[in-house]
Nanobody
């Protein structure tokens, strides 16, 4: 099992920045990918960004150039720096880790006001 605890999030004005962090515990040595997803009411959860053990990153087109994902494998953490935030970035953001199976954090609300 992998446990994920998120921190960060909150309310910010459009154009502002926020940083999300996620700490993993449990069988962390089996984690090969970590990432962030987001979900709004009535919509499916969508990928925001992910990073592999070797540092390869993938971003959703909607966040490229604005968001940066990073990982500290020694501390078993993954972070998401979000800049130039837009109202459409408003969502619940979930940390994800893949260790043979997917694991999810509890989610953290990000609200961007116009």
């Amino acid at each position: 099992q992998v446990q994920l605890v998120e921190s960060g999030g909150g309310l910010v004005q459009a154009g502002g920045s926020l940083r999300l962090s996620c700490a993993a515990s449990g069988i962390v040595f089996r984690i090969n990918v970590m990432g962030w997803y987001r979900q709004t009411p009535g919509k499916q959860r969508e990928l925001v960004a992910l990073i592999t053990n070797s540092g390869i990153t993938t971003y959703a087109d909607s966040v490229k150039g604005r968001f940066t994902i990073s990982r500290d494998t020694a501390k078993n953490t993954v972070s998401l720096q979000m800049n130039s935030l837009k109202p459409e970035d408003t969502a619940v953001y979930f940390c994800n880790a893949v260790a043979f199976s997917p694991y999810w954090g509890q989610g953290t609300q990000v609200t961007v006001s116009a």
